[in-house]
């Protein structure tokens, strides 16, 4: 499956946003209204994205245990995350809970 400008956009700022908080811009915002996203969307976009975050640092918070599945699952996330970032020719973020 290949990604439009559009979604690969999102997918870039979604990844800063999460990654690097304090560096996005209104250059980052910017981008995705010229590929298409309207300031609802882009709205949205942030949203999903800081629930989701702010979902695992309650759950890390409070030391959850997670089951094996969802253990699987985020590795199996983290394969598919870098082979696109080799594909892209990027390096990956650090892995500091071997999750990798």
């Avoid at 995705?32 to 918070?61: E, P, Q, S």
Wanted: charged share 30%; hydrophobic share 50%.
């Amino acid at each position: 499956m290949e990604l439009t400008k559009a979604e690969y956009a999102m997918l870039e700022f979604a990844e800063k946003l999460a990654l690097t908080p304090s560096n996005m811009r209104e250059a980052d915002v910017q981008k995705l209204r010229d590929v298409g996203w309207t300031d609802r969307d882009i709205l949205d976009i942030v949203h999903v994205c800081a629930y989701f975050n702010f979902r695992v640092r309650v759950v890390d918070g409070l030391g959850l245990e997670v089951a094996d599945w969802q253990i699987e699952r985020a590795r199996a996330g983290a394969a598919r995350a870098a082979k696109l970032a080799e594909e892209r020719g990027v390096a990956m973020p650090l892995d500091p809970w071997n999750v990798r």
